[in-house]
């Protein structure tokens, strides 16, 4: 067995990656800075070296054939893996290092980088870059360490998950609509409800505690962010169900008026990391330090 053959080199390797995850030569080159016509060579070379297709040209278009599709499957996890071990090593070599971490745009603003400065005051060798990001990140294909997310506990395989807290959701309206606290529960029935875009069935979980009947829920505007729902709710759009965490400061200054209880959501909020980067010094760090909020 010729095993250069099967070790293709690593800007083969590298070019044929960035064309797959685009499907396109042009924003390949873009990425790595290289015409396009070298990332056609290198992919052609690559082809020849395995001795299959793994693009089909559909005249200035190229699509990954099935074979193409599962070889970068399998490639961008070694390179990952690659990618992880490397870090790990600049790390050691830099001290603690940098921690590339992904976290839920309102959560960032509203409660991490606020409670960030202690997290400093004990790792001053860490950096942390915070990266906005809602919805699912690929690790693999995203220069991302770790992630503070919300979901129900259903995580990939390849995925480390420390469960935080439970969501605690509290319907919000502004101060224009207090009454009392009975006559503003069954006012909230009635008005226009909006809702987050990750978390639609979040008022059927609100009618059901409340025994209210669902079918007299009034489903208004979806936001993608929670800040811009918010908004809406100063804007007197409608009523809002937003996590407690990210409120706090606004039902303490009267700005905005809960409605009810704070109700559980079927939710919780989750550390999560590839399974590689477990040993990363700064990952460590801040693992420790976030899940110690945990037990305060």
């Known amino acids: 067995m010729n095993y250069r053959r099967l070790t293709p080199s690593m800007s083969l390797l590298l070019a044929f990656e960035a064309a797959a995850r685009h499907e396109s030569y042009t924003r390949a080159a873009e990425e790595l800075s290289l015409s396009q016509s070298a990332i056609s060579r290198q992919v052609q070379a690559l082809e020849e070296q395995l001795g299959v297709s793994l693009f089909r040209r559909e005249g200035r278009v190229v699509k990954l054939t099935e074979l193409g599709r599962r070889y970068h499957s399998e490639l961008n996890a070694a390179l990952g893996r690659i990618r992880n071990a490397t870090l790990q090593a600049m790390s050691h070599q830099a001290g603690s290092g940098a921690l590339r971490l992904a976290t839920l745009p309102t959560f960032g603003s509203k409660w991490l980088l606020p409670h960030l400065h202690e997290f400093y005051d004990i790792n001053p060798d860490v950096t ?169």
């Open 128 to 296: 942390i870059h915070v990266h906005s990001r809602i919805g699912h990140i690929d690790f693999h294909a995203e220069e991302i360490d770790a992630a503070i997310t919300v979901g129900s506990g259903d995580w990939p395989g390849d995925l480390v998950s420390h469960r935080l807290y439970n969501e605690f959701l509290v319907a919000i309206t502004g101060p224009q609509h207090v009454l009392g606290s009975q006559d503003l529960l069954k006012w909230a029935s009635g008005q226009v409800l909006l809702t987050v875009t990750s978390n639609q069935q979040a008022w059927a979980e609100w009618f059901t505690h409340y025994h209210f009947d669902h079918r007299k829920m009034r489903a208004g505007p979806s936001f993608e962010l929670t800040s811009h729902l918010i908004q809406a709710v100063r804007a007197d759009m409608g009523i809002g169900l937003i996590p407690k965490v990210l409120i706090e400061d606004e039902l303490r200054r009267g700005e905005l008026v809960a409605i009810g209880d704070a109700i559980t959501s079927r939710r919780s909020y989750y550390f999560v990391y590839p399974s590689g980067s477990g040993e990363l010094p700064s990952l460590a760090a801040f693992r420790d330090w976030i899940l110690s909020f945990r037990h305060s």
